[in-house]
């Protein structure tokens, strides 16, 4: 089955502990994309990733890292959460950007960062 | 800057239609999307326009106007797993997509 899978679903933390989570494809798919979604804010872009060893920042990086060093996985790093990073975080794949190639998103990874 | 407006919340009635309405202001277009997501879950995808007019699936329409950068969802027979939240989407000049907050939509029996 063609997916997207993010792990953990839920994590509780605490201010300034590494934490990582991480993303998975099966498509084949060489866009990948890191969200948060927060209330009234809708869905804002991390980082995204238009193949293997290309990463770039989205809308609101700081605070975040990622890595694409295989096409099929995408993790993304909160190297000392705080607070303010508690959120839902959904990532994301397509085959491409340009034209009708929707994303696929995952189940999403709720943190809650005390 | 870049923009894109969507009404925060909807009420609707089992069996009837409801049009959710989409504007939005960036640099540049090449496409807009509508999501549907249900509480706690992923975004699924429902429809892209990149053309002017209209385009039918199902129970679900989306229209499009890119002179006045204006999109709707038009949703048909309602049913109340319809309740949810729709998401606007456009892809910018450089193939970035500008998300809108969503709009959530009730239905009622």
């Not at chain 1, 953990?8 to 979604?37: A, D, F």
């Not at chain 2, 800057?1 to 919340?9: A, K, L, V």
């Not at chain 2, 109340?80 to 450089?94: E, H, P, Q, R, W």
């Amino acid at each position: 089955e063609a997916q997207v899978t993010q792990n953990p679903r839920y994590l509780i933390t605490v201010t300034g502990k590494k934490l990582t989570v991480t993303c998975s494809q099966n498509m084949n798919h060489e866009y990948m994309s890191w969200y948060r979604q927060d209330p009234g804010l809708g869905l804002r872009q991390i980082y995204y990733s238009m193949n293997v060893e290309v990463t770039d920042k989205g809308d609101v990086p700081e605070g975040y890292k990622v890595s694409r060093k295989e096409k099929r996985n995408f993790p993304l790093i909160l190297e000392s959460p705080s607070p303010n990073q508690t959120s839902l975080y959904f990532c994301a794949s397509s085959s491409g950007v340009e034209g009708n190639q929707p994303q696929h998103f995952g189940d999403g990874t709720r943190l809650s960062i005390l | 800057g870049q923009n894109i407006d969507q009404p925060t919340e909807m009420t609707a009635t089992e069996g009837a239609i409801v049009q959710i309405n989409c504007t939005y202001q960036t640099s540049g277009f090449n496409g807009l999307f509508w999501y549907q997501q249900h509480a706690g879950e992923a975004p699924t995808f429902l429809s892209y326009n990149v053309l002017d007019g209209l385009e039918e699936k199902g129970r679900f329409s989306s229209f499009l106007s890119r002179s006045k950068g204006y999109s709707y969802l038009l949703l048909k027979e309602l049913q109340m797993k319809d309740s949810a939240s729709y998401l606007c989407a456009v892809l910018d000049s450089n193939y970035q997509l500008i998300w809108g907050a969503g709009t959530k939509l009730i239905i009622k029996p």
